[in-house]
């Protein structure tokens, strides 16, 4: 197309030449011709600003539209070279507003744009040629006398206009890199220039006179064909394209232009001094006073990039990661760029798959974001322009130096600023990124060793498996699990336990389809001596590594391990003494036993099992005594029950059966009544006979609703058979449930009593056989209940004994029974004042600080200590307790008294009496009853007190109310006795009364 055009404008340039008779045609069709291909060229290339082009191709018409019309003015209509014309208002109001539109479009879309040096280059050379112009072309005409105004003012327009398109020219050519459309439309524009000024000097007379086809319309024809030329050229685009700008700086023709420029003023003022050469003259000095206060900037700028540069370098340094050096780069940018600038950053690396960058094409460039891949282009946001560079290492070792593309997206002015600081940073960049590849790879070499020297040294087994699923690789550890190392080319499956096979061949099947990258589960394998071995087996797919492709197993000999948890597991789950289920596990069977029944309409009960008196043994013969005893009744329990049945310890001497598919409560209850027969017999522990018997409460789903209210009922009916005789079985009622609540409700109420002290206390006289007086006062409490009224003991002891309020209460009686006694001490004569008596629980007894207490008691009321007996029971001193015995002993090193109440109740009662520090024997009511009545009775009491009176022990007879037994009692040598007899409690008021009253009888 370029080579078309060419030779079209030749031909008719010859032919213009050639036949003067056919100017008119020839001129007009160079003129359409240059028109017509700058647009088709425009078109055709398809520049970024199309606009401007367009306007140059509506000045190049308009250009020879105004030619035409002057030919046609001349030589058709025979006008003999007129002036002003219609051709003249072609080309003033057309042509030069077309053309300086066109060339300032071209300005502004390309990289001209962003030139402040080459403006006022491109204005001091228009200054220095435009005072040339106004003192040879402009200045003539403005003294012309022949001309009018009107044609002074339209020959003036000429070259000013003609100044006005060489300082655009001038701007455009300078600012941008050299081109083969840059140096065609510099020629162009030239040659139109030279044209008109040899033209203005013809019409001024100073030059050959211009002629149609002569010399000076070469020029012109210059100007057409370098517009048509321009506009085909595909590096017509690089001018509005974004583009770096060239270089800014000084070499010899630049200088040289410039000064020959910056002389033009002072050598016209030399020659000719003039106003219009000295306001001249000063614009150029302005001009060159601004030239150096740019390039001043431009130091100013350069020294800002470098302490950048040298920012970005240090933090380069000291990256380690391709995420470091992109973040350094960025912040790099940030503060190159004009502060506020809008931009983005994108640090792309090359793959190894992407072929190398062309030589030729430049390093860095100016591109549209439309033009780049679109992962980057959507990286960098909407922003039109990016400036893209490569990233190059010389002498890298794998040949191709470049290594990533380094995309800055701004502003083109802003990016303008980065030209040279941009191709620094991304060399700085691309050294980093090259240490850490080679960091990398020398890491990945050492760690290639760390790991060869560990899998050889592992104990975990790593197998490589092929595609068909035989082992390409084992390592060295796979000889101590499995006895060989032949495996190489077995097939996986030859090593797993048959049962585990179809989980081994699911795994690798999921592995090999990539719905999971990685499993772990646990396999069972057979070593050469065809023994199991547990195993955890994680497999990961690994065929897309060449160094590996296949299939990675790591077997981990868990062995061990997995017996360990199944023995956790069971001791989580079962009792460590006796190997039953324990409560964890016993309440989980209770919900799965319901949902069974639920399902098959069976029944299903609860057994709640309690030793009766298992602290007994426990205390008397030591917790290794008990923990055999439990072992024993574990075994007789689980023996009771049937074979579908669960035996529990639920803790200390409480078990618990469950009995499933039961299809009525008889036989849930059927299962009790073995029970308590089994537990009946005596067991042998050690070289004793232990009773082992136990009370049972009974629940069954008949009255419950869930495991929660069956375990419940259990418990309860468990409560009502210890609380009606031990050894024997009660089953759930539903009066039991509100038993229970009201127990509740009177353990609160006993709690709120021992709070506001809401107790008195009722004392009962124990007196001698023989005379009928006084010899002591037992001191028995009584609960002054708010809404029942005054309450014995019998009412609520068992609830204190079990909540421990017994020790607050005992406490308190104590106290209370010593300053009422020490009140009818001091009030009565000595002979007549009888001594207090206060029972001690052996909670109370055992509480620290006892024996401290009842020092501080006597202190504070004031009574002697022999004024004090405290009763004790046996079942405190049952327990072979070192510490009770020095407690009872330093009671009576101060003089208090120690009676055991209740005596020939408990176990072995006569063989601790000589090593018991006591002072007093209560026979228990049950040997009084009948004793006047039968000689058995009479005689066992005649015993007791022939061994009292052996031990020096004095004894009082308890319950006595019948005449008889007291005359019985005294006949049989008995001292003491109380009884209903003699004197029901009393409360204090009526304790003096009687007592005044009894001394009277008695004297």
């Not at 800014?248 to 003023?265: C, D, I, K, M, W």
């Not at 995420?323 to 809008?342: F, K, N």
């Not at 043994?617 to 029950?641: C, F, P, Q, W, Y």
């Not at 006062?777 to 014995?792: D, Y």
Request: proline share 5%; hydrophobic share 50%.
């Amino acid at each position: 197309m370029i080579a078309v055009f060419a030779l079209l404008m030749a031909v008719l340039t010859a032919v213009y030449y050639a036949f003067p008779s056919w100017h008119i045609v020839t001129w007009t069709a160079i003129g359409a011709a240059s028109a017509a291909t700058v647009a088709i060229g425009t078109t055709r290339n398809r520049p970024r600003r199309r606009l401007p082009w367009l306007l140059l191709a509506g000045a190049v018409l308009a250009f020879a539209l105004g030619d035409t019309t002057y030919l046609v003015l001349t030589d058709v209509l025979g006008q003999d070279a007129p002036f002003p014309s219609l051709a003249d208002v072609v080309y003033l109001a057309l042509f030069f507003p077309l053309a300086a539109a066109g060339l300032i479009g071209l300005a502004r879309s390309g990289a001209a744009a962003r030139d402040r040096e080459s403006l006022l280059d491109a204005l001091a050379l228009t200054v220095g040629f435009g005072l040339l112009t106004w003192m040879f072309l402009v200045d003539p005409y403005v003294h012309a006398d022949d001309l009018t105004p009107v044609e002074k003012g339209i020959s003036i327009a000429y070259p000013l206009y003609d100044v006005l398109v060489l300082a655009i020219v001038a701007r455009l050519v300078i600012a941008l890199r050299r081109s083969p459309a840059v140096l065609l439309l510099t020629i162009g524009w030239f040659g139109l220039l030279v044209a008109d000024v040899l033209y203005g000097f013809s019409r001024l007379g100073l030059g050959a006179q211009w002629l149609m086809g002569g010399p000076i319309d070469l020029g012109w024809i210059v100007f057409y064909a370098a517009m048509g030329l321009v506009a085909l050229h595909p590096s017509m685009v690089a001018i509005t394209d974004p583009r770096a700008p060239a270089r800014p700086g000084f070499n010899v023709r630049r200088v040289a232009l410039l000064t020959l420029s910056a002389l033009v003023p002072p050598i016209v003022l030399i020659i000719e001094p003039t106003r219009t050469g000295a306001l001249v003259a000063a614009v150029m000095f302005l001009l060159v006073l601004a030239r150096l206060y740019g390039a001043v900037n431009v130091y100013r700028a350069a020294v800002s990039r470098e302490r950048g540069l040298r920012e970005a370098g240090a933090a380069l340094v000291s990256a380690s990661e391709v995420d470091d050096v992109t973040s350094a780069v960025r912040a790099a940018v940030a503060r190159l760029l004009p502060p506020g600038t809008e931009h983005r950053v994108v640090l792309a690396l090359d793959s190894p798959s992407d072929a190398p960058p062309d030589p030729d094409v430049p390093r860095t460039r100016f591109v549209y974001t439309s033009m780049l891949e679109p992962e980057v282009a959507a990286q960098l946001g909407g922003i039109e322009v990016v400036a893209k560079c490569r990233l190059v290492v010389a002498n890298r070792a794998s040949g191709d130096p470049h290594i990533g593309t380094l995309y800055i997206a701004a502003e083109e002015a802003a990016l303008a600023t980065l030209q040279e600081a941009m191709v620094v940073l991304a060399s700085q960049a691309a050294l980093a990124l090259e240490r850490i590849a080679l960091t990398w790879e020398v890491t990945q070499r050492r760690s290639e060793e760390y790991f060869r020297t560990l899998v050889h040294n592992s104990t975990d087994v790593i197998l490589i498996v092929d595609a068909n699923d035989r082992i390409q690789y084992a390592s060295p550890s796979a000889v101590p699990m499995f006895g060989a190392d032949g495996l190489v080319g077995v097939p996986v499956y030859d090593i797993i336990d048959p049962r585990h096979r179809r989980v081994a061949r699911r795994v690798l099947d999921v592995i090999r389809t990539g719905d999971r990258r990685t499993t772990q589960d646990d396999w069972v394998v057979v070593n050469g001596d065809g023994v199991q071995v547990d195993v955890e087996a994680s497999c990961r797919d690994l065929r897309a590594d060449p160094t590996v492709a296949g299939l990675v197993i790591t077997l981990r000999n868990v062995t061990e391990r997995r017996r360990l948890e199944r023995e956790l597991t069971h001791r989580a789950f079962h009792d460590s003494l006796t190997g039953l289920a324990n409560r964890v596990l016993f309440q989980d069977r209770v919900q799965q036993a319901l949902a069974r029944g639920a399902r098959n309409g069976t029944m299903v009960g609860v057994l709640f099992i309690d030793l009766d008196d298992f602290k007994v043994v426990n205390d008397t013969m030591g917790h290794a005594a008990g923990d055999e005893l439990l072992i024993a009744v574990s075994k007789r329990l689980a023996g009771a029950l049937r074979a579908g049945d669960t035996a529990a310890r639920l803790g200390g001497d409480e078990f618990a059966a469950l009995v499933e598919d039961a299809h009525d409560p008889r036989e849930v209850e059927l299962v009790a009544a073995r029970v308590v027969a089994a537990f009946a017999e005596p067991h042998v522990v050690g070289a004793s006979i232990v009773n082992g018997a136990a009370s049972v409460g009974v629940a069954t789903t008949a009255d419950a609703h869930d495991g929660e209210d069956l375990l419940r009922q259990a418990d309860l009916a468990l409560y009502v058979a210890k609380g009606e005789g031990k050894g024997q079985w009660r089953r759930y009622q539903a009066a039991l449930h509100n038993t229970f609540l009201e127990r509740l409700e009177l353990r609160a109420e006993l709690d709120k009593a021992v709070a506001r002290e809401s107790f008195v206390v009722h004392y009962q006289p124990i007196v001698a056989l023989d005379t009928g007086r006084a010899a002591g006062l037992e001191a028995l409490v009584r609960w002054n209940h708010p809404e029942r009224g005054v309450l014995t003991p019998d009412h609520f002891i068992a609830v204190a004994e079990e909540s421990g309020l017994i020790v607050p209460i005992g406490n308190w009686v104590l106290a209370q029974a010593l300053r009422d006694a020490a009140a009818w001490w001091r009030t009565l004569p000595a002979d007549a004042a009888p001594y207090v008596s206060v029972n001690v629980s052996a909670r109370q007894f055992r509480d620290a600080g006892f024996v401290a207490s009842v020092r501080r008691h006597l202190t504070a009321a004031g009574l002697p200590p022999d004024r004090l007996v405290l009763e004790i029971t046996e079942s405190l001193l049952l327990r072979d307790d070192e510490q009770v015995r020095q407690d009872l002993a330093t009671l009576r090193d101060i003089g208090v008294r120690v009676a055991i109440d209740d005596f020939g109740t408990g176990y072995s009662s006569l063989s601790y009496l000589r090593q018991v520090p006591a002072d007093i024997l209560k026979i228990e009511k049950s040997f009084i009853d009948s004793i006047a009545a039968h000689h058995q009775q009479r005689a066992l009491v005649e015993g007791i007190m022939r061994l009292a009176s052996t031990l020096d022990l004095t004894v009082i007879a308890e319950g006595i109310e019948h005449t008889a037994d007291r005359d019985a009692l005294a006949e049989v040598s008995c001292p003491y006795g109380q009884g209903y007899l003699f004197c029901r409690p009393l409360a204090l008021p009526q304790v003096m009364d009687w007592l005044v009253g009894a001394r009277q009888v008695a004297a």
